[in-house]
């Protein structure tokens, strides 16, 4: 016997029928008792083969149905049958040689086949009973009160037998049963549907819509999360109606169901409100933006023309929007407000999306001038590199800087990146942005060696969305491509990200230190990494977080964290260097601990191209001895 299949050991009855017929007729009275009292069908399925396990010794049973289109046979219920042997039965196409219930259903009537080794029937699926020492197999189709058969009840056996005339009394009845009990189901799933599921686009309805709102309002409360709720009107749906008639209204109302689907997650809760309004559910919201997000997608997807009967037709929503807590902690509320939204949205100029809360309307209309206006930026060469120097603690001649980027605004002048980044990453810009800095840096760094500027190191932060597949690609294509020495790049990524990054971001990092390339983890301190952690990391070089630094000394926490961070450096032979040094108060703490090198506005603000060369032909950047 295969020991991966529980083998049920049971009293045999075969010399008592009395006994037999009254443990059938136990069985069937307690398996319909539990569907008149609407017992869960997947637990009266499985409670239906454990009790026929217990029927016959050393087997196990099943229940097959075909899926939906009627093609293959699927395992609805095998408590007893591990998941792996259930996935190699899932996808049986009936036929003749298909084994016990591939033949059952194919030929609609019940099979026994009592040696499967040397039955034809089972010539398809010989390795299988092989495999699992399946010997016996007596199968039984499942039918419906219509004699349409969809599926079967089979009980496997681990020795080669042939079944009684009780074993095969009991196949009938548990087929019957189990007929009876997927009838049923398939009758209150009709029901519920006919209740919960609009007409025209099979879509949630809006009774649905008002449960489910509720019981997410109760889990967001429970949970502390926030919900948002799209209240989405088409303009002029009338015009649609009036002139091609509602046919065609009801086809687009469908084909806006299907496009507004592509655009949300599956745990998102679309409905079909009334006449041509939709609601949609999006729970677990982790921030106020991203509403913004899910509005742009569908106004785009809808952008697209409909073509129904040969018609081409132009369809633009209103989208209103509503967030829990912040707008109302009711459901009633929240659909209110965001219904309010849609007509602000329609008093735009349609075609758009409105946020009830001002606030809020204001914040998203910001993050989309800025996302459009970074764009042109892009395009236009908007963008520059400042540069802040390093000092060490030894004198030395070469230099060492960090690229920091810029936006030379064409209204607002220069923009510093707080303004920008966040929008960056949350629009995906963030990738185009982080690779002109590299090629740019990179290219820079080339020519101040060519000029002669003995340059040590040029480092550049890289956002963690950035570091993915082939992002070692694209720094080696732009040190190629500049000429740049990788032994003067250095890569800097932010601790609290590089912690909790995959082995395939590890495996980028590698690639780039195997390369020559260092690698230091910037704002160090607030991540939490443990000294086992550092080790597994391919990083040359600590950045203590100017936050540590800023209340030095002084701050007695503030010390013992540095002190720890520079011992932690030293034990891993890193170098550390501490980030926003203002104050010769800070540098002989930071001197005395071991810190090796200093960056911050006590040595030099970030500097313009020009300005860094200036300093650098004057010998004014300064260093300590």
Sequence with gaps: M?????????????????????????????????????????????????????????????????????????????????????????????????????????????????????????????????????????????KTRDNLVIGSFAISSFESRPPSEFQQRLLSIAANISGIVIQREEQEQALWDLAHRDLVTGIPNRIFLNQRLEHAIDGASRKQTRLALFFIDLDKFKNINDTHGHKTGDQVLIETAKRINTCIRSNDTLSR????????????????????????????????????????????????????????????????????????????????????????????????????????????????????????????????????????????????PDYFIQVAEQS??????????????????????????????????????????????????????????????????????MVQQSSEVIEELQLMQNAGISIALDDFGTGYSSLSQLQLLPINKLKIDRSFVAQIPGKQSNEIITRTIIAMGRSLGLSVLAEGVETTEQVDFLLQEGCDAFQGYLYSKPLSVSDLESKVQAKTLLSYN
């Design 428 to 497: 995906g810009l963030i990738k185009q942005l982080g690779e002109w800095v590299i090629r740019m840096a990179c290219k820079q760094g080339k020519q101040w060696l060519d000029d002669g500027i003995t340059l040590n190191k040029i480092a550049i932060n890289i956002s963690a969305m950035q570091i993915t597949r082939g992002c070692y690609d694209v720094i080696r294509l732009a040190l190629e491509e500049s000429g740049l020495p990788p032994r003067h790049l250095e890569i800097e990524i932010t601790e609290s990200s």
């Design 273 to 416: 409100y009334g006449g041509d309004e939709f609601v949609l559910l999006v729970e677990n919201l982790s921030e106020s933006h991203d509403v913004g997000l899910v509005a742009d997608k569908i106004l785009k997807t809808l952008a697209e023309p409909m073509f129904i009967n040969d018609v081409k037709l132009k369809v633009t929503p209103s989208i209103g929007i509503s967030l829990y807590p912040d707008d109302g902690n009711e459901a009633e509320a929240l659909v209110n407000h965001a219904d309010t939204a849609m007509y602000q949205a329609k008093s735009n100029g349609r075609n758009t999306y409105m946020c009830y809360e001002p606030s809020l309307t204001r914040a998203i209309q910001h993050r989309h001038k800025v996302e459009s206006e970074l764009k042109r930026a892009l395009k236009n060469n908007e963008l520059v590199l400042h540069y802040q120097p390093q000092c060490f603690k030894h004198h030395q001649q070469s230099v060492s800087v960090e690229a920091l980027v810029r936006w030379q605004h064409p209204d607002m002048g220069l923009v510093y």
């Design 2 to 142: 295969n020991p991966t299949i529980t083998e049920h050991q049971s009293v045999d009855y075969s010399d008592d029928t009395d006994k037999q017929n009254n443990r059938l007729l136990h069985l069937e009275k307690n398996i319909l008792e539990a569907v008149a009292l609407n017992k869960d069908p997947q637990v009266i399925l499985d409670d239906l083969c454990r009790a026929a396990e217990s029927i016959v010794d050393s087997s196990v049973a099943s229940i097959m149905l075909f899926n939906d289109s009627r093609e293959s046979l699927h395992v609805r219920s095998a408590p007893n049958i591990p998941d792996t042997i259930i996935d190699q039965l899932n996808g049986l196409v009936p036929g003749k040689f298909a084994g016990s219930c591939g033949n059952a259903v194919y030929c609609c009537e019940p099979v026994y086949v009592e040696n499967t080794l040397t039955d034809d029937r089972w010539n398809d699926l010989k390795p299988f009973a092989i495999e699992n020492s399946i010997n016996a197999c007596w199968s039984h189709p499942i």
